[in-house]
T-cell receptor
């Protein structure tokens, strides 16, 4: 079974600065998807960014980018120009490709991000 | 707004009782997933339905059951409730039954139902 680990329970960043959230995962599969979801105080789960394992190019979405290291099974999220609205719990998630353990998402424990003004 | 709706938003009940949580997927989505978020277990996958049929099962207790109806809405039934069942229950939906190459089959989450068992 796949596991996802987020080793930073809490992180903080100054507004307008850059912060990187870490995620590692364990899998025997060669093809899969990785995601970062954001959960603000409203508790809504919001997709931030996704990465297909077969793509070598790191995904980017505006101020959000990832550093995907397949061999190291590492998937970190970089938030540039941090804004107060970025304050939330961030979850790293894994999803199998066809033939794997279905379409379920396997989540890490989460990292609580605080943005200081 | 993800387009996924869940009712009720909050539910308070007593141990031993039975409750039903309801989810309406986004228009056009055929897959529905249920997840439980609790303080001690984190976010866990419970079960997936696709077009009315069960497709995958996760860490779902025998006291819990789900179904997806012809109009594609889904219900999660929780019975013989225990204190430890208190959690936030999410429904998510996507278009496909499973990931296929090149398809952006994102799971969109509803706002959740907060269940408190007293």
């Amino acid at each position: 079974a796949q596991t996802v680990t987020q080793s930073q329970p809490e992180m903080s960043v100054q507004e307008a600065e850059t912060v990187t959230l870490s995620c590692t995962y364990d899998t025997s599969e060669s093809d899969y998807y990785l995601f970062w979801y954001k959960q603000p105080p409203s508790r809504q789960m919001i997709l931030v960014i996704r990465q297909e394992a077969y793509k070598q190019q790191n995904a980017t979405e505006n101020r959000f980018s990832v550093n995907f290291q397949k061999a190291a099974k590492s998937f970190s999220l970089k938030i540039s120009d941090s804004q107060l609205g970025d304050a939330a719990m961030y979850f790293c998630a894994y999803r199998s490709y066809p033939g794997g353990s279905g379409s379920r998402l396997t989540f890490g424990e989460g990292t609580q991000l605080t943005v200081n003004p | 707004d993800s387009g996924v709706t869940q009712t009720p938003k909050h539910l308070i009940t007593a141990t031993g009782q039975r409750v039903t949580l309801r989810c309406s997927p986004r228009s056009g989505d055929l897959s529905v997933y249920w997840y439980q978020q609790s303080l001690d277990q984190g976010l866990q996958f419970l079960i997936q339905y696709y077009n009315g049929e069960e497709r995958a099962k996760g860490n779902i207790l025998e006291r819990f059951s789900a179904q997806q109806f012809p109009d594609l809405h889904s219900e999660l039934n929780l019975s013989s409730l225990e204190l430890g069942d208190s959690a936030l229950y999410f429904c998510a939906s996507s278009v496909l039954a499973r990931v296929v190459a090149g398809a952006a089959d994102t799971q969109y989450f509803g706002p959740g139902t907060r269940l408190t068992v007293l």
